[in-house]
């Protein structure tokens, strides 16, 4: 019975071609279910259907360039899914389907697949920096949340790469640079060797013709030579194994032009050198053999001392186990020779790809990020010696990362911890950039400086000239310098006010006393800062500002009057303008604005606090006369204040929004509505506003308490 005809001779077109469907279906029966089989046919019924129509490069059908990928999957014995996402994984770039279709069709996992090889797709490696290409491998494998996303990946590149004579030369150039920079180094941390060989040739074959060209000739005529002394000394290995009672497979080796042509270029060989080296694999079945075997093939050759390399006591970082050693063979020619045991071999070519072959009795629901864990602790298991740790953190940093990569305007890639923000990014470029950060553009669009940034966006920052970092941002930031630098900003900016105010005061209480600060000159200065046990006048002004120092018995320390005076307060005032930043602030209490009546209260590492003369908390403060200094609101200000009223109103619907519009109109903004009671038929509710001064709150007043619904309206006072 031929199951895969009849079910080829079901799909549209069976007549003509099957375009390398045939010897899909040949592989996969090799080692799926039918069941599963079937899932395969129905997606290239689907794929097929969807580039209905569409032509590639080389004018074949475009459903032939989905199923060679898969092939190369199945020829690692891939799972289904894996397989038909394969199939699929151009559907929803290149044609109407989307992917809620695929999902309806095939199920979440086949969809999460497809939806991923898709985004790996939008991400473009802009930037042809050397150092580039490692953070950019970096960031592919970041936004991978299955790694058979990356197979499918890495297949459809492969089959792109065998295809691509078919492009324009200059478009050759860009995508073999790209496979030899990203793809073809990724398929070799992922230890799958079988597509970073390859990747590796076409790259090399299409980046440097001539080179390639040259070597490839070389190669051949070295291989013709080779022939015989291969054959002479793999049956010599043969019987000598089988002497021993070793099953064993022994392979004459090839070695693969672009490994040739880098050996010449970092160990600036001779091309004769590097060619005229006989490789040999031994295979065989278990770790034991494979030791039995190192010491056999030594005995028939001397082994060239220090090339001997045990990869399977310390594997490789990618998982990759074998016995390296080599031998001096019958003329001297040197004799590269590979032990290892058949599972050994499997990973060797497939890599982490091995653990995601199907396996009939395996009935795991494993999630795929369950499964690279296990693949990850298997590597670590493998890596006996002490420093596992270090060699799972290694791995796990380009399979895991806790970083993501994002893009300047220019086209750098910068990594940054997961959970940055757009001012994560600004402080990351430079200091001066996140201090003068206003806003803040993600793929050209505006956002919240707030956003956390996602893998391959690319981030601009808008800066304005003496813009000063918001304390508020220390709520979102997430890494340790934007942290560092906006608390810094903020300290440099408190200190330069606390010292300014801290002057103003002390030359305000030296007034009182008929001196000033010019009166009391350097000399004195200097004495009483000594005395003080300060090393600078600003540490001193600083104090005060801060309210740790009061200036009136300062400006007494100054002028040498030790005894305590009479305070004649309301000889000259502090004047307020609303500027003054973080060391004058205004008491949540009662909410001063300009026009009321206020005294100031010096707290000790606050600096000046507001309060209006009625507030109900002075009778408190009122114990400690020392700390209060008379102050008045400057005559133009134009900045705003927060005032609190309470209005009275009937419940009716939309009452409230009523009132708020009302607010709004007299050009107010409200920063907070709370309820503080309900009753049958009124509520009491409280708004806290933004208004300019008192008569601006008592127009504001006015407007409200004409409205039908309200009943009374106050102004609160604590
Ligand atoms: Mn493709």
Request: glycine share 6%.
């Amino acid at each position: 019975m031929d199951y895969a005809a009849t079910l080829l001779a079901k799909l549209p077109g069976a007549s003509r071609r099957n375009y390398g469907m045939r010897q899909l279906v040949e592989t996969l029966e090799s080692y799926l279910p039918p069941d599963q089989i079937r899932t395969v046919m129905r997606a290239y019924e689907f794929g097929a259907t969807a580039h209905d129509g569409q032509k590639r490069q080389s004018g074949e059908p475009y459903i032939s360039h989905p199923v060679a990928v898969a092939q190369e999957l199945a020829d690692m014995h891939l799972d289904a899914q894996a397989i038909a996402a394969a199939i699929l994984h151009d559907v929803v770039e290149d044609t109407e389907a989307s992917i809620k279709d695929i999902e309806a069709e095939f199920g979440a996992e086949v969809a999460a697949l497809v939806d991923g090889v898709s985004k790996l797709d939008q991400i473009q490696f802009r930037s042809r920096a050397e150092a580039q290409a490692e953070s950019f491998r970096k960031m592919m494998l970041a936004m991978i949340e299955d790694i058979r996303v990356i197979l499918v990946k890495l297949a459809d590149r492969l089959h792109n790469m065998q295809t691509l004579d078919a492009m324009p030369a200059k478009k050759k150039a860009r995508i073999a640079r790209e496979t030899l920079d990203i793809y073809a180094p990724i398929a070799n941390r992922l230890g799958i060797n079988r597509f970073k060989v390859e990747l590796e040739d076409l790259g090399f074959r299409h980046l440097y013709p001539l080179r390639y060209r040259v070597l490839d000739k070389a190669l051949r005529r070295s291989k013709g030579n080779q022939r015989q002394i291969v054959k002479k000394i793999s049956e010599e290995f043969e019987k000598t194994l089988a002497a021993e009672g070793i099953d064993a497979d022994v392979i004459g080796r090839e070695k693969h032009l672009f490994s040739v042509y880098r050996k010449m270029l970092e160990k600036k060989r001779l091309l004769s050198d590097v060619v005229d080296v006989y490789g040999f694999r031994i295979i065989v079945d278990d770790v034991n053999d494979c030791y039995k075997v190192l010491g056999l093939v030594h005995g028939l050759y001397k082994p060239m001392p220090g090339r001997f390399k045990d990869y399977i006591a310390i594997p490789r970082i990618n998982g990759y186990q074998s016995l390296h050693t080599t031998l001096f063979g019958p003329k001297g020619q040197p004799l590269e020779v590979q032990i290892r045991t058949r599972h050994m071999d499997r990973v060797a070519e497939s890599g982490v790809a091995s653990h995601w072959q199907y396996k009939a009795e395996e009935k795991t629901d494993a999630t795929p990020q369950r499964r690279a864990r296990d693949w990850l602790a298997n590597l670590a298991e493998l890596q006996r010696s002490g420093t596992s740790e270090e060699f799972l953190e290694s791995v796990k940093v380009d399979l895991f990362p806790d970083k993501i990569y994002v893009f300047t305007p220019k086209g750098d890639i910068k990594p940054m911890p997961k959970g940055s923000t757009t001012i994560d990014f600004a402080y990351a470029v430079h200091t001066d950039i996140g201090n003068r950060c206003v806003a803040a553009k993600i793929d050209r669009r505006l956002v919240p400086l707030r956003t956390e940034l996602q893998n391959g966006q690319t981030v601009e920052i808008i800066t304005a000239r003496g813009a000063r970092p918001n304390p508020n941002w220390l709520a979102f930031v997430r890494t340790a310098k934007a942290r560092t630098a906006i608390r810094n900003h903020m300290k440099t900016m408190r200190s330069s006010e606390s010292v300014d105010l801290g002057k103003r005061l002390l030359d305000r209480s030296l007034k009182d006393l008929d001196s000033s600060l010019r009166k009391v000159g350097k000399v004195r200065m200097k004495a009483a800062i000594d005395e003080l046990d300060l090393n600078t006048n600003e540490d001193l002004f600083e104090q005060i500002g801060l309210g740790e120092r009061l200036a009136p018995l300062t400006a007494r320390l100054l002028l040498g009057e030790n005894q305590k005076g009479e305070s004649d307060a309301d000889t000259a005032s502090l004047v307020i303008a609303g500027t003054e930043g973080m060391v004058v602030s205004y008491a949540r209490c009662c909410h001063p604005i300009p026009g009321d009546n206020v005294m100031g209260y010096l707290s000790s590492g606050r600096g000046v606090v507001i309060h209006r003369n009625k507030c109900g908390n002075l009778s408190v403060f009122r114990k400690q006369p020392e700390k209060w200094i008379a102050v008045s609101w400057e005559k133009e200000i134009d900045r705003e204040f927060s005032s609190q009223i309470h209005v009275d109103t009937q419940n009716k619907p939309g009452v409230l929004a009523e009132i708020a519009a009302t607010i709004a109109d007299s050009g107010s903004n409200i920063e907070q509505v709370s309820v503080l009671g309900r009753h049958e038929d009124c509520s009491v509710l409280s708004f806290l506003l933004q208004v300019k001064n008192r008569q601006h709150l008592a127009q504001i007043l006015r407007s409200v308490r004409k409205m039908p619904n309200v009943i009374r309206v106050v102004r609160d006072c604590a």
